[in-house]
């Protein structure tokens, strides 16, 4: 069977950042009338693709060819008029306007400038009902559920004449019925001949939904395949690759958990913790000097596990024990208050306070602790900042330099500090190597495994497979929100857990 | 596909946006009531036109202040501009010997221009609405003293005849500023729900990233917007010169509070996006009503006007607040 | 690379205080070409008296008022409240002195000083209420108590200008001690007072913190609200004083004028000194040479004979210039330093995370 023309495609696209290549060589084509998935972890350059073909990003080289013709576009605007619309996860609507309104607003049919509201009524309602939505198109937008909102952003793309509807992760937020619906739209799409290009972390819904997937890995293309001949295995393996970096420096750890600790309680057990729409109830129990490994693809509820631990968000099931007293985690106050620490994988958010130098970051926490009447008397606080800034090796080696112009692995490095000085007896790290040079990572890991030497409980988190079982005493595994598995890591390696990941069933 | 729509039966929907209207207009009834029920004279339909009279000028910035907060932005330099207004008019009046139709346009357009430039610099520098009408403000009020720091008496014809001439239905009347005021508010609704500047105004109030990635002319947009209410202040001001036959620097002092007054407690959102220009002549009224009471009443200070109006505006806040955790979840 | 980065940096913070100073300087400076005696000091009387005396007494109100404002901008807030406070608390105070028998007695004046300032707190437990347990935003939160409290305040006069005669109480806005004007030793002790708070404890950082990055300060464990409500209340207890000071200073209270727009003055002062209204580092001293600045550029314009009216519209050019130095949009645009596509990539990126649960 002949393929047909493509009607986007894009080839050899490269981008550069100051000090990254976010995307090199990158090449992808979409079919009319195809579901097309784009997968891969955070930093494979999958939302860089996307802005360098809406024109949000200007491209450093390669071509796009949209229906055979080179195109350039200057922004999401411009692409939108050219044909190619992108459907948000966050919704780009205005919330206090009409269903209605929000489909025409900007080309509003009009009489002598004045807008004819029943026209805009009536086509809206034709169109939601060719999408067979049953909403009422004169409410307020804001009224209805993230879904609904998505279907009123599809419906705007393609009455404005879409040929290719991206979608950037729109079921991130949905629920099975919601993602379903959205689904049956898709489907109806792409018989009417739209291409769509559809962004997602869930696997169960690419091959739901797709015809082929083309996975990026660290900004280059690992391949593109059709989903009906991709085993979920392949999948999971070309999504996460063998990383290659050699960190001969480490030296093999015990695999298994010491016996003894094994037999004392857990510093920390959460048994039936969970919260709705973030990650299924679970049961973790991490021990003293123990590491425990969280694996799972982007957005299968690695950082929603961390952040109910640490009481960043509310639980609304299950308990937390700490030493086998059950204790209420109602905010990172009372977390900190039983020894737990917590590093965000998001430093510059969430993390640090890049106006404040090096010296007060690192203290922050510490001194929350103590209130601001106790402060901590300044030639401790030096001294605290200089163990740590040669511990960490932290360059420049500067306690007042604003922690705004340190590299991404220094700043890492000031976020871990913070937290070791409150001596915590369980760290929570989520994805504390992502975005830092090789250097820095093996320092980090190195601390890691002295951390736990020392009689620390660790909870670590990473995207990168080789990386969890290196450190790793016991593994668990977690799949769409949903903890599959939790085992000891001897003897396991890379293959066993992809295939735990794509299976989602302990195996 | 219940599921989704079945939270929001379709009858009551249409409601819930009118519902801060509707409390202003169900707060303005009862206090109408109770000065009927207490004041004799005051149920004469007279008193409420008269109200009318008495804040012609507010309505009109009233409604310029309506298209700034329905964006999300806020005018801090609408009543320096009523003042600014009323001393250049006086002054080319009086002193550089304008005619009358020369002196209308000039200052109106010296109104909106002062809008367009603060809309200019708040859009284009991305600094705060607060903080450049702020300086709108003090650049608007100083202006005024250079021209002079005393009153200056008007007495040009047409302006005492617009001050004096009643528009007359059978035994009531109301003077002409109340028609213009009128207009004013009746154009405003009308570019507000039917032009595409009106749409795009509340669609920048709503979500102004997304406004920009729906392609609407944000820039265009916003500026116009402040030009709006520089030009209605610039109104406002003539208004209010027909009312004191006066020009001077110290005139609508405090006006801009009692403008945001008028409009939070209209049922606008600070936060922009959601109101009606109903809601602000509604809430104008209010105010009014509040003066008449206390001036019927005799015995209440006049004072107590303030205290009334931030406890509303403490009321109305709230209820804002709670409709709006309503409709999140 | 270590040193002249942070050298770089330290003198970029100079910077800061450079500009506010140097046109202090220059104002003063000015003022020698028309009053060759500007920069004398005598004492008189056993009085303090010059020129320079009097721009740091009569400042003295701006000075308190502006200090307060710095704690509560710098946790990303602000005040509109103030000017109402000060009116509130002088005629709190004269109500209850021109209640006394004998109106010289200390202890009826204590105890006035003692009913303002305490009715000061509660305003500003009041609006910290509002902003850190309702969760107002700050400047619709402030706006409540800014229009009710002039009418507060009229209330306490009963409509009048309460006129006092009370020598102790002449003292705190009017009177001198040790050869000083009382109310620039109250001035000083304020900052004094605000340094030690914020600096000597970990107020001042954790207030920059909670301005700096609220969700960070948040994760990091800082008890956020208790902080927001002290630095409100701290403010409020500022005008307060203020409000003391200008009333004693004319031996009387005006509900309807006392303080009238010293709140915009305040700000103006906070954001002359450096502080950002976008929230995060303070700087109490710029705020001192702010509050200064803008006395001093009244006095000038006194002495140099212009109508004093005028100061508005250097003022509303102060604020322009300052806040478009300040404007990294504009310092984008018109040094054409920054390149708009990463502009626009970063703004995305904020949105994605704010929208983000």
């Known amino acids: ?119 805009i009524h009536r086509r809206a309602t034709e169109l939601l009902r060719r999408l067979r939505l049953d909403i009422d198109a004169s409410a307020l937008l804001g009224t209805y559920s993230i879904a609904v909102q998505q279907m009123v952003a599809i419906a705007r793309a393609i009455d404005i004449s879409a040929k290719v509807l991206i979608f950037d992760e729109p079921t991130s937020s949905l629920d099975a019925k919601e993602c379903e619906q959205l689904f049956r739209v898709m489907r109806q799409l792409k018989d009417e001949g739209i291409a769509i290009l559809f962004v997602t972390h869930f696997l169960d819904q690419v091959y739901e939904v797709t015809d082929r997937v083309t996975v990026l890995r660290n900004g280059r293309l690992v391949g593109e395949r059709l989903t009906a001949e991709l085993a979920q295995i392949d999948l999971v393996a070309m999504m996460i690759g063998k990383e ?77 024990r700490v030493d086998g007293t059950t204790v209420a ?88 500090a913070r937290w070791l000085i409150t001596e915590p007896r369980l760290l929570i790290l989520d994805e504390p190597t992502r975005g830092i040079d090789v250097g820095a990572k093996a320092e980090i890991q190195r601390l890691v495994v002295s951390l736990a030497d020392g009689g620390m409980a660790v909870l670590f988190i990473s995207a990168e497979l080789e990386e969890v079982l290196r450190l790793s005493h016991k593994i668990a595994v977690l799949r769409d929100r949903h903890l599959v598995t939790e085992m000891p890591n001897d003897g396991v390696d890379v293959e066993h857990v992809m295939r735990i990941i794509a299976s989602g069933a302990a195996v | 596909m219940t599921s989704l729509t079945g939270r929001w039966p379709g009858l009551r929907r249409p409601q819930r946006k009118y519902i801060p209207v509707l409390a202003t207009l169900s ?133 005492t005849s617009m001050a004096q001439s009643k528009v007359r ?22 570019v507000l729900s039917h032009t595409r500047l009106g749409r795009n105004t509340y669609a920048i109030g709503g979500n102004p990233a997304s406004a920009l990635l729906m392609g609407l002319p944000v820039a265009r947009t916003q500026i116009t917007v402040y030009a709006i209410s520089g030009f209605c202040s610039a109104l406002g001001g003539v208004l209010l010169s027909f009312y004191m036959l006066s020009g001077y620097g110290l005139h609508a002092v405090g006006m801009e509070l009692d403008a945001i007054a008028a409009v939070v407690i209209g049922g606008t959102l600070l936060t922009g996006g959601s109101g009606y220009l109903v809601g602000t002549v509604l809430g104008v009224l209010v105010l009014g009503v509040i003066q008449t009471i206390i001036t019927f009443d005799g015995t209440l200070s006049s004072w107590w006007t303030k205290i009334v109006i931030g406890a509303l505006l403490f009321v109305f806040i709230l209820l804002q607040r709670v409709i709006g955790a309503r409709k999140a979840r | 690379m270590t040193a002249s980065l942070s ?61 307060g404002m710095t704690l509560v901008i710098a946790t990303r807030g602000i005040d509109l409240s103030v000017g109402s406070i000060v009116a509130i608390c002088g005629a709190l105070a004269c109500l209850w002195i021109s209640g006394q028998d004998d109106q010289n007695s200390v202890a009826g004046v204590l105890t006035a000083v003692g009913l303002a300032l ?52 002449k003292l705190i806005g009017g009177g001198y001690w040790l050869t000083v004007p009382f109310s620039i030793l109250l001035a000083l002790g304020a900052v004094a007072l605000a340094v030690a708070l914020t600096r000597r404890t970990a107020l001042g950082m954790l207030i920059e913190s909670v301005g700096g990055n609220a969700e960070a300060s948040r994760l990091a464990g800082i008890g956020s609200r208790r902080i927001i409500v002290m630095v409100y209340v701290f403010c409020a207890f500022c005008a307060g004083i203020a409000g003391l000071m200008i009333s004693s200073n004319v031996s009387s209270a005006d509900g309807n004028n006392a303080g009238l727009w010293i709140e915009l003055d305040a700000i103006l002062a906070v954001v002359i000194g450096g502080t950002s209204l976008a929230g995060g580092r303070f700087s109490i001293g710029g705020t001192v040479v702010g509050a200064l600045l803008i006395q001093a550029l009244s006095t000038t314009i006194y002495t140099v004979g212009v109508p004093p009216e005028t100061t508005l519209l250097f003022k509303a050019l102060v604020v322009t210039v300052v806040c478009l130095i300040q404007s990294p949009a504009f310092r984008a645009k018109v040094f054409q330093r920054r390149r708009r596509p990463s502009a626009r990539a970063a703004a995305r990126e904020k949105t994605k995370v704010e929208v983000a649960p």
């Open chain 1, 1 to 119: 069977m002949a393929e047909p023309a493509a009607i986007l495609a894009m080839t050899g696209i490269t981008k550069e950042f100051p000090g990254v290549k976010a995307l090199s060589d990158v090449d992808f084509r979409l079919f009319p009338g195809e579901v097309h998935a784009l997968m891969g972890e955070n930093g494979a350059g999958k939302s860089t693709l996307i802005k360098a073909l809406t024109g949000v990003y200007d491209i450093d080289g390669g071509e796009i060819l949209l229906e055979g013709e080179a195109v350039r576009f200057t922004g999401p605007l411009q692409a939108q008029q050219a044909g190619v619309s992108t459907v948000y996860q966050e919704i780009n609507l205005c919330p206090n306007l009409s269903v209605a309104e929000n489909i025409f607003i900007g080309r509003e049919p009009r009489r002598l400038g004045a807008i004819q509201w029943k026209k």
């Open chain 3, 7 to 67: 050298g770089h940096m330290s003198a970029l913070t100079r910077r800061r205080l450079f500009w506010p100073v140097t046109i202090l300087i220059v104002l003063l400076l000015a003022n020698l070409l028309f009053t060759p005696d500007f920069f004398k000091i005598e004492i008189r009387g056993g009085h303090l008296y010059g020129s320079l005396i009097d721009i740091v007494r009569f400042g003295a109100p701006l000075i308190m008022v502006a200090l």
């Open chain 1, 244 to 320: 290659l970096e050699v960190l001969e420096q480490l030296d093999e750890q015990p695999k298994s958990s010491p016996a003894a600790l094994q037999d004392a309680s857990p510093v920390v057990a959460a048994s039936e913790l969970g919260r709705d729409g973030a990650v299924a109830p679970f049961n973790l129990a991490i021990h003293r000097g123990e590491v425990v490994g969280l694996a799972g693809l982007l957005g299968s509820g690695r950082t929603e596990v961390a952040r109910l631990l640490f009481g960043a968000d509310r639980a609304d099931h299950g308990q937390i």
């Open chain 2, 27 to 159: 707060l303005l009834a009862v206090m109408y009531g109770v000065g009927a029920v207490r004041y004799e004279a005051f149920s004469d339909g007279q008193v409420i036109l008269n109200v009318f009279v008495d804040n012609a000028f507010l309505l009109v910035v009233a409604a310029g202040m309506t298209f700034v907060i329905l964006t999300g932005g806020i005018d801090l330099s609408v009543g320096s501009v009523v003042a600014l207004t009323t001393m250049l008019s006086a002054s080319l009046l009086q002193e550089q010997g304008w005619p009358p139709y020369a002196v209308l346009p000039f200052v109106l357009f010296v109104g909106a221009l002062l809008g367009f430039a603060m809309g200019c610099i708040i859009h284009y520098f991305e600094i705060q609405p607060f903080i450049v009408t702020l300086a709108g403000m003090f650049l608007a009020r100083g202006l005024c003293y250079t021209i002079s720091t005393s009153s200056i008496p008007i007495t040009d014809p047409f302006w």
């Open chain 3, 118 to 169: 305490g009715l000061a707190l509660v305003l500003g437990l009041w609006n910290g209420f509002l902003v850190a347990g309702v969760g107002m935003q700050p400047i619709i939160a402030t706006l409540i108590l800014m229009v009710a409290g002039r009418g507060l305040a009229q209330l306490i006069t009963d409509g009048q200008i309460i006129t006092i005669n009370s020598t102790p109480y």
């Open chain 1, 329 to 416: 985690v109602r905010n990172p106050r009372t977390a900190m208050a039983h020894g737990i620490a917590f590093c965000s994988e998001n430093r510059r958010t969430e993390g640090l306070v890049e106006d404040l130098t090096v010296r007060e970051n690192i203290i922050l926490a510490l001194q929350a602790e103590r209130g601001w009447s106790r402060p901590i008397p300044r030639r401790r606080q030096e001294e605290l900042v200089d163990k740590y800034i040669k511990a960490l090796r932290i360059t420049p080696a500067n306690p007042d330099m604003v922690v705004r112009n340190l590299s991404g692995g220094n700043q890492q490095k000031v976020l871990l």
């Open chain 2, 169 to 190: 239905f059978g035994e009531y009347f109301v003077s002409p500023s109340v028609i213009v005021a009128l207009v004013v508010v009746i154009v405003g609704a009308y």
